[in-house]
């Protein structure tokens, strides 16, 4: 799944909330069995959203967010 944005575009939290329901319907049809369990997405280097609507869907997908990159050890799992 690739989305890109137009030069001077910024993510808003309705853009962030397709976006991250896009990328369930991607891994649903790709890696159904992924789904069953809970989901952790990284964010390197960007500041959070925080916005309830991004919330609220995070929490009905049970998908957290890591804000910082695993210890390198752990970086294979």
Known sequence: ????LERGQ???SD???ATLTRLREAIHCKMAGMLSASLILLHDNA?????PARQELLQRL???IC???PPP???HI
Do not use: G, H, V
Not at 47 to 51: D, E, G, M, V
């Open 15 to 17: 853009r962030y909330c």
């Open 62 to 64: 049970r998908w957290e």
């Open 1 to 4: 799944m690739i989305s890109y």
């Open 73 to 75: 050890q752990t970086a």
């Open 10 to 12: 910024t993510i808003n």
């Open 47 to 51: 500041k959070p959203n925080s916005a």
């Open 67 to 69: 804000s910082q990159s």
